[in-house]
């Protein structure tokens, strides 16, 4: 697959992700190498990297937690100390090899030590290749509550080698499909059709088309002042879901996915009520969208809580909860506000 070049950083795929990382491993005098994994990618991921890089650098391997919940401050103080301790400098190299988790705080770590140090994104996840570490997002969690803390500041360079996909459980595969079948709701009806036209998805593929739509996107707006709040289509219920489940002792976590997945079926039932979307439509999407997600068992106890989440939504603007909505299948209305009775009316459509 061909490289994209976006304003600020290159894509590599595959064959072509070494060669690049050598070539530049080889032109930019580092200090240190860093390769921060969690312990899935630690096991399964990182042999195979450090086989196919070509360097006489130092390389130190950093590895945190797995999971959202070790997504905090608390893990990059860890993490940046244990740079200080071995001696990393502004000339040093931060290689995230992860997940979503992995490469959201280690470019928020890279972005802030010592004012500022290289990172280069290595996603080995479905979700993470398609929409955590492209585009500059970097950050963590504040308590429960999602990617409260962050800047946007771009990596040298994201190396997406689709083999590592080979290593991911099923439902991590799932919770990628819900930013990709996004992607198809808010900007190609075309590039929806193609998971619901074939049971043989060609990942290769779909994932370099899902790149190319989230780039478009950010390029014309990098600091999410307009367009790029269409990719949060979903998320708005979706993180305060997910927020909510992962803090409830009596619930079991769900994956960002498969929150998401909910969001976006809450999503398309408030905009059908809002801004003309096709109740025919939409149902067919929640049939899809169930279809491959299952339902999650949301109570309407459970109602009061989610809604109290949704003020910490980083979309808000002077105190108002603004959502992205569908008017048609890529075409898409930002900061729109929502009474509280069509969110509940929403959480029973997903109930039905």
């Known amino acids: 697959m061909k490289s994209i070049h976006t304003e600020t950083y290159p894509i590599h795929f595959n064959s072509n992700c070494y060669t690049a990382l050598n070539t530049h491993l080889k032109q930019t005098n580092y200090s240190l190498i860093f390769i921060l994994v969690d312990e899935n990618t630690h096991n399964f991921c990182l042999t195979k990297f450090l086989q196919q890089v070509e360097t006489t650098c130092t390389i130190e391997i950093i590895e945190i937690e797995s999971g959202e919940e070790h997504k905090t401050i608390e893990t990059c103080v860890g993490v940046w100390n244990v740079l200080s301790e071995l001696g990393a400098d502004r000339k040093s190299l931060i290689i995230n090899l992860g997940g979503g988790v992995v490469t959201d705080l280690g470019g928020f770590v890279a972005s802030t030590f010592k004012r500022g140090i290289h990172y280069i994104n290595v996603p080995t996840s479905l979700l993470a290749m398609v929409d955590a570490s492209v585009g500059g997002k970097t950050g963590v969690d504040l308590g429960h509550l999602k990617n409260q803390i962050g800047v946007i500041n771009s990596g040298e360079m994201v190396l997406i080698d689709t083999s590592f996909l080979e290593t991911l459980p099923e439902n991590q595969m799932r919770s990628g499909l819900a930013e990709m079948l996004k992607h198809g709701l808010i900007y190609s009806r075309d590039y929806w059709n193609k998971f619901t036209t074939t049971d043989r998805l060609n990942y290769n ?11 478009e996107i950010v390029t014309q707006d990098p600091l999410e002042e307009n367009l790029r709040k269409t990719l949060n289509y979903g998320h708005t219920l979706g993180h305060a879901i997910e927020s909510y489940f992962l803090s409830h002792p009596e619930k079991e976590a769900l994956l960002h996915g498969e929150a998401v997945a909910i969001g976006m079926v809450l ?11 096709s109740k025919v439509e939409n149902d067919k999407i929640k049939t899809v969208i169930k ?8 109570l309407p106890s459970d109602y ?10 980083k979309k808000n603007e002077h105190g108002n ?5 569908l008017e048609d299948m890529g075409k898409t ?3 729109c506000l929502v009474s509280n009775a069509i969110i509940v009316d929403a959480f029973e459509y997903y109930r039905a």
């Not at 593929?205 to 780039?215: A, R």
């Not at 408030?270 to 979307?277: C, H, P, Q, V």
């Not at 279809?291 to 949301?298: D, L, Y």
């Not at 909860?321 to 909505?325: A, D, K």
């Open 205 to 215: 593929d779909l994932i370099y088309e899902s790149v190319i739509i989230k780039n």
């Open 267 to 277: 999503a398309n039932y408030i905009s059908t009520e809002l801004t003309g979307f």
């Open 291 to 298: 279809t491959i997600f299952g339902e999650v068992t949301v």
């Open 304 to 313: 009061e809580a989610i809604i109290e989440l949704l003020k910490y939504d």
């Open 321 to 325: 909860i603004n959502f992205v909505l």
């Open 333 to 335: 209305k930002i900061n």
